[in-house]
Structure formats: structure tokens, C-alpha cells
């Protein structure tokens, strides 16, 4: 990684080649806007909006695009709002070994003329590194110490208190369980890290144990969670033949019944998941 680079900028050229690689906007000085964004109504900073009260509204109005049942909803509307944070900290530390801290004052989302969330947005550059990073003295970095495990306690702690104030918005609005909605935080965090080494056919094992460490930190740090994903081979010898299982069902088969469960569902059998992933494998075509 050369010196004369940004931190964060090194992340973003990591994960910007990978097939799928939903990193948010950032927008600091020195980065130019990655996305374009459509027509913007108004801006929501995460904690602001909680603390005046929008995220109800925002929640009632985007399920009735979506569907009537609360379950699935709540975890389309994290997925909106968090998926590309989530993303850009967990495939970074990953890719890099250098952790993003995304937090609720510097994290925005853009609500559009169409009633939708655009792409998230974040404005700060803040990143965690290890003593002997090249990028150590950067004045954007934040030096944790010379262990890896302090990168994912550095990362897990910004992570929850950037998040916490959305998801106690969201259960209080719709009293859709904290485990439920935590789980769903975790299990993407633990994707975000495999999904990178499955296409670069990674070792898949490795990705998972620093993605555990993550998620333990997280739950350390405040999140609430009733199971844990596991990790899931399927395909013997096959380098993209591993791939895992949610510990908590997002609910998308309540607003959509004839789809299913998803194919990472817990609540899949199995058998059924392997013979699924394995024609992926046949056919990368039927691969979502």
C-alpha cells in the first residue's frame, strides 16, 4: 500500500473490483462522490434522525412500497441503511486489515423524491490501523496497538454505537425483536467478509474465523443476537464450495410466500440448501 495514499482510499480500491461491492458514498476531502445520487429531498444523519423521531415515518413509508408485514420490513430497512456501511467495514478489514470507523455523526441517508433511500453516505475517513501500518502517521488513521484482534474491537464498538440508535428506533417503532435485528447486522457482517473470499476463491475458513472474531467483538460491544451463523461446505475441493448459513431468518418469504425461504435461511433444510448451492456451482448463471 503506497504511503502517499489515503487509508480509506486503499479499502475502497480493494473492494471496488470485487463482483459484488456495495461500499457507500464518501465523501471527504480528497474523495471524489462514487455514486450518483438521484434527486434528494432531504438528508437524514443516523443519529439525528432518530433522535427527532423520523425513523417511524420513514419505516411506515417504505413498507408500503414493500409489503404490509413488519418482520420483513424491518430488515429491508436496515438493509437500505446499513448494508453498504456493514460492507465497507467488514470486506475492508478484510481485504486490507485496516477497519473503517463509521459512526452516527459522520453516517447519512439521502431520502429521495421517490420515497426511497439513495445510496448511503459516509463523511468521515476515520480508519483504525495496526502499529506497523505504512499509513500509521496518516492524521485520518487511528493507531489501536499491534494485534489484529484490535482492528475488530476498534471496528465493533464504532459499528454499535453508530447503529444503536436506528435499530432502538426501529424495534420501538415496530417491536420487532432487538435479536432479530442485531442478528440481522451480524450475519451481514459475517457475508461481507466470506462473500469477497468465495470470489477471489479465498480460503474460506480463514475469512470465517476473523469474521467470528467480528462478530464476538459486536456482541461484546452491545449487539444482541439468539444464534450464530455457521459456516456451510458444499462442494468438496471446489474453491468457491463453501458458503454459510444466517442465524437469523430475515422473514422476506412473509411478504412473498411462493419464493420461499432464502437459500442461506436457517429455516432450510440442509439437504435442500446443498443441492441449491451445488447448482450454482453447474450453473453460476442461477446464482443470485
Known amino acids: 500500500m503506497a504511503t502517499n495514499q489515503h487509508p480509506l482510499q486503499a479499502v475502497v480500491d480493494a473492494c471496488t473490483?470485487?463482483?459484488?461491492?456495495?461500499?457507500?458514498?464518501?465523501?471527504?476531502?480528497?474523495?471524489?462522490?462514487?455514486?450518483?445520487?438521484?434527486?434528494?429531498?432531504?438528508?437524514?444523519?443516523?443519529?439525528?434522525?432518530?433522535?427527532?423521531?423520523?425513523?417511524?415515518?420513514?419505516?411506515?413509508?417504505?413498507?408500503?412500497?414493500?409489503g404490509q408485514h413488519k418482520l420483513p420490513a424491518a430488515t429491508r430497512f436496515l438493509r437500505a441503511l446499513l448494508r453498504e456501511p456493514i460492507f465497507l467495514v467488514s470486506?475492508?478489514?478484510?481485504?486490507?486489515?485496516?477497519?473503517?470507523?463509521?459512526?452516527?455523526?459522520?453516517?447519512?441517508?439521502?431520502?429521495?423524491?421517490?420515497?426511497?433511500?439513495?445510496?448511503p453516505t459516509v463523511t468521515s475517513a476515520a480508519i483504525a490501523v495496526l502499529a506497523d501500518d505504512p499509513a500509521a502517521e496518516h492524521p485520518d488513521a487511528l493507531v489501536v496497538g499491534g494485534e489484529s484482534a484490535a482492528l475488530e474491537q476498534a471496528a465493533a464498538q464504532h459499528m454499535v454505537n453508530a447503529f444503536s440508535p436506528i435499530i432502538d428506533a426501529v424495534h420501538a417503532h415496530t417491536r420487532v425483536g432487538m435479536r432479530t435485528l442485531w442478528g440481522w447486522v451480524l450475519d451481514t457482517t459475517h457475508f461481507y467478509m466470506l462473500n469477497p473470499a468465495r470470489y477471489l476463491c479465498h480460503d474460506a475458513e480463514e475469512a470465517w474465523e476473523r469474521?467470528?472474531?467480528?462478530?464476538?467483538?459486536?456482541?461484546?460491544?452491545?449487539?444482541?443476537?439468539?444464534?450464530?451463523?455457521?459456516?456451510?461446505?458444499?462442494?468438496?475441493?471446489?474453491?468457491?464450495?463453501?458458503?454459510?448459513?444466517?442465524?437469523?431468518?430475515?422473514?422476506?418469504?412473509?411478504?412473498?410466500?411462493?419464493?420461499?425461504v432464502c437459500t442461506t435461511c436457517p429455516l432450510k433444510p440442509d439437504s435442500d440448501r446443498r443441492a441449491e448451492l451445488q447448482e450454482w456451482i453447474r450453473d453460476p448463471a442461477l446464482a443470485p
Open 211 to 260: 469474521a467470528h472474531r467480528l462478530g464476538e467483538e459486536l456482541i461484546r460491544a452491545g449487539a444482541r443476537t439468539r444464534s450464530r451463523p455457521r459456516l456451510f461446505p458444499f462442494c468438496e475441493n471446489h474453491p468457491q464450495g463453501t458458503w454459510a448459513v444466517r442465524g437469523t431468518c430475515c422473514f422476506a418469504y412473509k411478504d412473498d410466500a411462493e419464493h420461499g
Open 91 to 119: 470486506a475492508g478489514l478484510y481485504r486490507t486489515g485496516r477497519a473503517p470507523l463509521v459512526d452516527a455523526q459522520h453516517l447519512w441517508f439521502p431520502w429521495t423524491s421517490d420515497a426511497t433511500f439513495g445510496t
Open 17 to 66: 473490483p470485487l463482483k459484488f461491492a456495495p461500499l457507500p458514498d464518501i465523501r471527504t476531502p480528497g474523495f471524489p462522490a462514487n455514486h450518483d445520487q438521484p434527486t434528494t429531498q432531504r438528508w437524514y444523519r443516523a443519529d439525528l434522525m432518530a433522535a427527532e423521531g423520523a425513523v417511524g415515518e420513514l419505516f411506515d413509508r417504505t413498507a408500503q412500497r414493500n
